[in-house]
């Protein structure tokens, strides 16, 4: 048997095990099988590995993209500088004879290695790009937690100026307050990786002052449930391009079955 999961507390309704155990189905696959792990305190997440050996591939979610890395024997380069990890690989060692004498060498053989990796990045780069004009060089980025930290290393890479956007400012981080018609009109893209107007609050949007939005601007959610939050229809009233983060899912749903079956 095959094992892939995810973590993270809570779990209501996953993407993941959805795209996942449908997956299997498509490509036949019945030894393979998708969970869900709530942890709530990530110092379980060793006696997780320890009681099930058949996991080979873990996905990360809320809230624990940052301490996870704490467990991890390696860090993939994007995810050490993203500083989150949403995806591991799992290698179990299997024991190996000791050349000395018949038996079975299995120091090693119980403890799995794991390595993580940052799938969000890739994820939302692929589906922001074929959105991109000319004039998108400026972006919002409301909120800053563990998502927000993929979006800006793709800003970073793509070379777009952001500002964060948060109810607690510092330091360089601005105030919902802070959005006067000037910066709205000058940042042409905004993405809201903040929870607000995720189901069941699907009325609430984030405090942006949305009179001032036009045809320009591109409004990116990370969102996916609802379809279509507050936040998009409001920039789609206003003639705004819309997206929600349902294809960045799907991207880096895939882009972690790659690592996971990578040699």
Not at 228 to 249: D, H, P, S, V, W
Request: proline share 5%; charged share 25%.
């Amino acid at each position: 048997m095959k094992k892939f999961g995810l973590i993270g507390y809570p779990l209501g309704h996953s993407f993941s095990e959805k795209y996942f155990t449908e997956k299997f189905e498509k490509l036949g696959l019945a030894e393979h099988e998708y969970k869900l792990y709530p942890l709530q305190n990530l110092s379980d997440f060793p006696a997780l590995l320890k009681d099930d050996k058949d996991i080979c591939g873990i996905n990360v979610t809320i809230p624990h993209k940052i301490g996870i890395m704490y467990y991890l024997d390696e860090i993939d380069p994007v995810a050490k500088e993203v500083d989150a990890v949403n995806c591991i690989k799992v290698t179990h060692h299997h024991a190996v004879g000791s050349l000395f004498s018949g038996e079975l060498c299995t120091m090693n053989a119980h403890k799995p290695k794991l390595k993580g990796f940052n799938t969000d990045v890739y994820g939302f780069e692929q589906s922001l790009k074929p959105m991109l004009k000319s004039y998108h060089k400026k972006a919002l980025v409301l909120g800053n937690g563990g998502a927000a930290r993929a979006v800006k290393y793709v800003l970073e890479k793509l070379k777009i100026d952001y500002t964060f956007v948060s109810r607690k400012p510092y330091g360089n981080i601005i105030s919902y307050q802070d959005l006067g018609k000037e910066v709205v009109k000058e940042h042409k893209i905004i993405i809201n990786t903040s929870p607000v107007g995720t189901y069941p609050h699907i009325e609430e949007a984030p405090a942006i002052p949305y009179d001032f939005i036009d045809d320009k601007h591109l409004f990116y959610d990370l969102i996916y449930n609802p379809q279509e939050t507050t936040f998009l229809k409001r920039g789609k009233e206003k003639g705004a391009q819309i997206k929600n983060g349902y294809e960045m899912l799907e991207l880096q749903a895939e882009k972690s079955w790659e690592i996971w079956n990578s040699k």
